[in-house]
C-alpha cells in the first residue's frame, strides 16, 4: 500500500515536474516569440523609415528595386531644372563667428529657403556647405518645372529676407543669397557603393547651374536664370538680358537674365 | 507610399463638417441597400453624392470581387490615404483574409504571394494609380498576353483609377476613420466572422447597373468607349456628365482643371480634350496654350486661377503637405463650391490615370 502510495506521489511529483519544466519552456518561447515579434516590428518600421527617407528624392519603382535587389540600374535621361543657391562671403563670415552660432544661423537659413523649394515642387540634391541644390523635374516629371524654380528662388529669397529681420534683432550678421538656374537634360538614377546610396542628377546642366550661380557675383543680381529657362516666364515677371559671358568649361559664352521682381500672385511669392 | 496603417500621417479634422441628407440616404439605401458614409461630406453636391455611389457599388463584374478588394487596398497603401486603407484592410479581414495574410501583403513589394495573373493585375493597377508615368502600351499588351481580355483589363484600370479618385478625395476632405474599422475591430464580431463572413462577401457580390445618361461629350468622353457594355461605362457617364452640367463651377474651370491635370501627367489626347471643351467656351487656341503653358490667364479671376494651382498640387502628393493645402484653399470658400472643385480635381486625376484606355492595341 506504502509502495504504491510513494509510487504514486513519485508519478505525480515527476508529471508536477515535467508540467512545471513544460511551462517553464512555454513561457521561455513566448517570450522569445515576443522578442522576435518586436525585433521584426522595428525591422519593419526601419525599412519603411527607409523607403520614406528615400523616396523623398528617389522614384518609388527605384526604391523598390533597390530594396529587393540592394542596386538599382534603372538609370534615365530626363530633363530637369537645376536651382543653385549659396550664401555671399560665408566663408569670411564663418571666420568671425562661433561654432554654435554658426550652425544656428545655418540651420535657420535651410529651414526657411529648403521649405520654399519643396512648397514649389522642388526636391533638394544636396547640402554642398553652406550651397544648396535643388531638382525640379524628378522624380515625377513636371511640365511647369522652370515655372515653380523661379517661383522657388524668389520665395526663397523672400524667406531669407525675412530670416534677416530675424537675424537683425538679434544683433547677428545677416545673409546675402545669390540663386542660378538652368535647364537640360540629365541622367537621374541611384548611383553610389552598396553602403552609401544616392538617387541623384548628373550632367553637364548641373555644373553649368553652378556656373550661372557664380554669375551672381559678377552682375551684381539676386536671381538668374539661363535662355533655357527664360521662355517658362510670362509677363508677370520682371526679367534682364545681361551681356553673355564665358564660364569655364563652355567654349561659347552664355546668356543669362536676371530675375528682378514678380507681378501678381503665387502662393507665397506676391 | 505607406507600409502600415500608423506610418500614415493624416490631418485628425475634417475639412467639412458632415452634413446628412436623411432625403438623400433614404434613396441611396433603396438603391444600393445601405448609405455609404462618405455621403455626408458631399452634400449638397448631387453628382457627387451619385459618384461616391458607384464608388460603394460594384460596377466591374468582369473583376473578381477578392480581386477588386486588393486592388484597393494595393492603390490606398501608394497614395498613403488612411481612410480607405484602414477601410479595405479591415474589409479584407472580414471577408477571411487572416491578419498574417494582409501584413504579407503590405511588406511584400513583388506581391510574389499572388498567382501570376492577379499579379499582374495588382502591378498594373499600382502603375495606373502613381502614373509616374503612366501605363503604356506595354503594360496593356502584358496582360492581354497574360489572358485578360480588353473589357477585364479596362475595368481593373478603372478600379485602380477609381481608387485614385477616391484616395484624393478621402485625402483632401481628411475624412475620419471607416466605421467598418471598428466593426472589424470588435472582439464579438471577430467571434461571429466565421458565420458572418459568408453574409458579408454575399453582400459586395451584386453588380449595380444603372441607366446611362444621354450621350455626353465633354472632357473625358474618349475613355467611355473602352467599357463597352460594362455597368462601369454607364458609371462613369452619368458622374462625368453630372459634374458637366452642373452649375455651381464654370465650363471653362471644369475643363481647364482637366486639362492641367492632363498636362501634369503628359496625356495628350485628355489635353486636347479639354482643349476642345474650351474652344466650345469661347478661347482660342494660343490663350489655351498660355494658360497652360504659364498657369495664369488674363480670362481667369484669382479664385479660379487658385483652382488651377490646387489641382496641380493633386496629382502627385505627399499627403500631410496637400491636406495643408486643401486647408489653405478652403478658407473663405462656401461649401458647394468647395466640395465640387474637390471633386472635380479628384476625378480629373483617376480619368487621366484611365487614359492607357485609350491606345488600346
Given at each position: 500500500?506504502l509502495?504504491?502510495?510513494?509510487r504514486?506521489i513519485g508519478?505525480a511529483?515527476?508529471?508536477l515536474?515535467?508540467?512545471?519544466?513544460?511551462?517553464?519552456?512555454?513561457?521561455?518561447?513566448?517570450?522569445?516569440?515576443?522578442?522576435?515579434?518586436?525585433?521584426?516590428e522595428k525591422a519593419a518600421?526601419?525599412?519603411?523609415?527607409?523607403?520614406q527617407?528615400f523616396?523623398q528624392?528617389?522614384?518609388?519603382?527605384v526604391?523598390?528595386e533597390?530594396?529587393?535587389?540592394?542596386?538599382?540600374?534603372?538609370?534615365?535621361?530626363?530633363?530637369?531644372?537645376?536651382?543653385f543657391a549659396d550664401?555671399?562671403?560665408f566663408?569670411?563670415m564663418?571666420?568671425?563667428?562661433?561654432p554654435?552660432?554658426?550652425v544656428?544661423?545655418l540651420?535657420?537659413y535651410?529651414?526657411?529657403t529648403c521649405?520654399a523649394v519643396?512648397h514649389h515642387?522642388?526636391?533638394?540634391a544636396n547640402f554642398?556647405?553652406?550651397?544648396?541644390?535643388?531638382i525640379f523635374?524628378a522624380p515625377e516629371?513636371?511640365?511647369?518645372?522652370s515655372?515653380?524654380?523661379v517661383v522657388?528662388?524668389l520665395?526663397m529669397?523672400?524667406?531669407?529676407?525675412k530670416?534677416?529681420?530675424?537675424l537683425?534683432?538679434?544683433s547677428l550678421?545677416?545673409l546675402?543669397?545669390r540663386?542660378?538656374?538652368?535647364?537640360?537634360?540629365?541622367v537621374a538614377?541611384?548611383?553610389?557603393?552598396?553602403?552609401?546610396?544616392e538617387y541623384?542628377?548628373?550632367g553637364?546642366v548641373?555644373?553649368?547651374?553652378?556656373?550661372?550661380e557664380?554669375l551672381?557675383?559678377?552682375?551684381g543680381?539676386?536671381?538668374?536664370?539661363?535662355?533655357?529657362?527664360?521662355p517658362?516666364?510670362d509677363?508677370r515677371?520682371?526679367?534682364?538680358e545681361?551681356p553673355?559671358e564665358y564660364?569655364?568649361?563652355?567654349?561659347d559664352?552664355?546668356?543669362?537674365?536676371?530675375v528682378?521682381g514678380f507681378?501678381?500672385?503665387?502662393g507665397?511669392v506676391? | 507610399?505607406?507600409?502600415?496603417l500608423?506610418q500614415?500621417?493624416?490631418c485628425d479634422?475634417?475639412?467639412i463638417?458632415?452634413?446628412?441628407?436623411?432625403v438623400?440616404?433614404?434613396e441611396s439605401?433603396k438603391?444600393l441597400?445601405?448609405?455609404?458614409?462618405?455621403a455626408?461630406?458631399?452634400?449638397?453636391v448631387r453628382?457627387?453624392l451619385?459618384a461616391?455611389?458607384?464608388m460603394?457599388?460594384?460596377?466591374t463584374p468582369?473583376v473578381p470581387?477578392d480581386?477588386?478588394?486588393l486592388?484597393?487596398l494595393?492603390?490606398?497603401?501608394d497614395?498613403?490615404c488612411?481612410h480607405?486603407?484602414?477601410a479595405?484592410?479591415?474589409?479584407l479581414?472580414?471577408m477571411?483574409?487572416?491578419?498574417?495574410?494582409?501584413?504579407?501583403?503590405?511588406e511584400?513589394?513583388?506581391?510574389?504571394?499572388?498567382?501570376?495573373?492577379?499579379r499582374?493585375a495588382?502591378?498594373f493597377a499600382?502603375?495606373?494609380?502613381?502614373s509616374a508615368?503612366?501605363?503604356s502600351?506595354?503594360?496593356?499588351r502584358e496582360?492581354?498576353?497574360a489572358?485578360?481580355?480588353p473589357?477585364?483589363?479596362?475595368?481593373i484600370a478603372?478600379?485602380?483609377?477609381n481608387?485614385a479618385?477616391?484616395?484624393?478625395?478621402?485625402?483632401?476632405?481628411?475624412?475620419?476613420n471607416?466605421?467598418l474599422?471598428e466593426?472589424?475591430?470588435?472582439?464579438?464580431?471577430k467571434?461571429?466572422?466565421?458565420?458572418?463572413r459568408?453574409?458579408?462577401?454575399a453582400?459586395l457580390?451584386?453588380v449595380?447597373?444603372s441607366a446611362p445618361?444621354?450621350?455626353?461629350?465633354?472632357?473625358?468622353?474618349?475613355i467611355?468607349?473602352?467599357?463597352?457594355?460594362s455597368?462601369?461605362?454607364?458609371a462613369?457617364?452619368?458622374?462625368?456628365s453630372?459634374?458637366?452640367e452642373?452649375?455651381?463651377?464654370?465650363?471653362r474651370?471644369k475643363?481647364l482643371i482637366f486639362?492641367?491635370?492632363?498636362?501634369?501627367l503628359?496625356c495628350?489626347a485628355c489635353?486636347?480634350?479639354?482643349?476642345e471643351a474650351?474652344q466650345?467656351?469661347?478661347?482660342?487656341?494660343p490663350?489655351?496654350?498660355h494658360v497652360m503653358?504659364?498657369m495664369?490667364s488674363e480670362?481667369l479671376d484669382?479664385f479660379?486661377?487658385?483652382?488651377?494651382?490646387?489641382?496641380?498640387?493633386?496629382v502627385?502628393y505627399?499627403?500631410?503637405?496637400?491636406q495643408?493645402?486643401?486647408?489653405?484653399?478652403?478658407a473663405g470658400?462656401d461649401?458647394?463650391v468647395?466640395?465640387?472643385?474637390v471633386?472635380?480635381v479628384?476625378?480629373?486625376?483617376g480619368?487621366?490615370r484611365?487614359?492607357?484606355?485609350?491606345?488600346?492595341c
Open positions: 500500500m509502495g504504491a502510495t510513494a504514486w508519478v511529483t515527476s508529471s515536474l515535467a508540467n512545471a519544466a513544460l511551462l517553464v519552456a512555454l513561457s521561455r518561447l513566448r517570450k522569445r516569440a515576443e522578442l522576435l515579434t518586436v525585433a521584426r518600421l526601419d525599412l519603411q523609415n527607409l523607403q527617407a523616396h528624392f528617389a522614384p518609388q519603382r526604391v523598390e533597390v530594396i529587393k535587389q540592394g542596386v538599382s540600374t534603372s538609370g534615365e535621361t530626363r530633363e530637369v531644372t537645376v536651382l550664401i555671399v562671403e566663408t569670411a564663418s571666420e568671425t563667428l562661433g554654435e552660432t554658426l544656428r544661423i540651420n535657420g535651410f529651414e526657411a521649405t519643396m515642387g522642388g526636391h533638394i554642398l556647405g553652406d550651397g544648396i541644390m535643388a523635374g516629371s513636371n511640365p511647369w518645372q515655372l515653380d524654380a522657388a528662388a520665395s529669397q523672400k524667406a531669407v529676407r530670416y534677416n529681420e530675424e537683425a534683432r538679434q550678421p545677416t546675402d543669397v540663386i542660378g538656374v538652368h535647364k537640360g537634360t540629365v538614377g541611384v548611383v553610389g557603393s552598396t553602403e552609401n546610396l541623384t542628377v548628373i553637364d548641373v555644373n553649368t547651374a553652378a556656373r550661372i557664380n551672381t557675383r559678377k552682375h543680381v539676386d536671381i538668374l536664370i539661363s535662355a533655357e529657362v527664360r517658362a516666364l509677363g515677371f520682371e526679367v534682364r545681361l553673355p564660364v569655364k568649361g563652355k567654349a559664352p552664355i546668356v543669362t537674365f536676371a528682378e507681378r501678381g500672385e503665387f507665397d506676391d | 507610399m505607406a507600409y502600415s500608423d500614415v500621417d493624416w479634422v475634417p475639412l463638417p458632415p452634413m446628412p441628407d436623411p438623400w440616404e433614404r439605401t438603391r441597400g445601405f448609405t455609404s458614409n462618405t455626408k461630406y458631399l452634400t449638397p453628382w457627387m451619385r461616391d455611389e458607384f460603394q457599388a460594384r460596377v468582369n470581387v480581386l477588386s478588394k486592388i484597393g494595393v492603390v490606398a497603401m497614395n498613403s488612411r480607405c486603407y484602414g479595405f484592410r479591415s474589409m479581414k472580414i477571411g483574409y487572416s491578419e498574417g495574410m494582409v501584413r504579407k501583403l503590405e511584400s513589394l513583388t506581391l510574389k504571394e499572388f498567382p501570376k495573373k492577379d499582374l495588382l502591378e499600382r502603375k495606373v494609380s502613381r508615368p503612366r501605363p502600351a506595354a503594360d496593356y496582360l492581354k498576353s489572358g485578360f481580355s473589357l477585364e483589363i479596362a475595368e478603372y478600379l485602380a483609377a481608387s479618385s477616391g484616395n484624393r478625395l478621402a485625402t483632401l476632405l481628411a475624412l475620419p471607416d466605421p474599422e466593426v472589424e475591430a470588435n472582439w464579438f464580431n467571434l461571429k466572422r466565421p458565420f458572418t459568408k453574409e458579408f462577401r453582400s457580390s451584386p449595380f447597373r445618361p444621354a450621350a455626353y461629350a465633354g472632357p473625358g468622353a474618349g467611355l468607349k473602352a467599357f463597352e457594355d455597368p462601369a461605362r454607364a462613369l457617364a452619368t458622374v462625368l453630372g459634374a458637366w452642373s452649375e455651381i463651377t464654370p465650363k474651370v475643363a486639362g492641367v491635370v492632363a498636362r501634369s503628359g495628350q489635353e486636347g480634350e479639354a482643349a474650351l466650345h467656351e469661347g478661347w482660342t487656341q490663350e489655351i496654350e503653358t504659364y495664369n480670362k484669382p479660379e486661377l487658385k483652382a488651377l494651382r490646387f489641382a496641380r498640387e493633386t502627385h505627399q499627403t500631410r503637405r496637400v495643408e493645402l486643401a486647408q489653405n484653399f478652403a470658400l461649401r458647394e468647395l466640395i465640387e472643385i471633386g472635380l479628384c476625378y480629373a486625376n480619368l487621366v484611365m487614359s492607357v484606355l485609350l491606345h488600346r
